[in-house]
Nanobody, 121 residues
Framework: QVQLVESGGGLVHVGGSLRLSCVAS????????MGWYRQAPGKGRELVAT???????NYADSVKGRFTINRDSTDNTLNLQMNSLKPEDTAVYFC???????????????WGQGTQVTVSS
């Protein structure tokens, strides 16, 4: 299985920046898809950004232009650069990895433990 360890969460003021990092137990270039999801209090888990094995990225409309997802194959990390942070960005952020398998079990999800991001006004 893929193990994911997150870091970088914290408390910042509105307009500030934060960089999240997720260390994977295998090459990020061999993981089919990786991404960041977040869950605010009382809300469901929502997609923030994903990056495919080929390097294609996808962002939630709410973070487009502010967040950037990337991989670093030198240390097997998935990163999320968050700029111009808003109070509504406050949530627990989770690192995700997807492994594609046989048709009877086509996708296996792996999750990090989550890291808290709090944006104060």
């Amino acid at each position: 299985q893929v193990q994911l360890v997150e870091s970088g969460g914290g408390l910042v003021h509105v307009g500030g920046s934060l960089r999240l990092s997720c260390v994977a137990s295998e090459s990020v270039l061999r993981i089919n898809e990786m991404g960041w999801y977040r869950q605010a209090p009382g809300k469901g888990r929502e997609l923030v950004a994903t990056i495919s094995r080929a390097g294609f990225t996808n962002y939630a409309d709410s973070v487009k232009g502010r967040f950037t997802i990337n991989r670093d194959s030198t240390d097997n990390t998935l990163n999320l650069q968050m700029n111009s942070l808003k109070p509504e960005d406050t949530a627990v952020y989770f690192c995700n990895a997807k492994r594609y398998g046989p048709v009877e079990n086509p996708v296996t999800n792996f999750w990090g433990q989550g890291t808290q991001v709090t944006v104060s006004s």
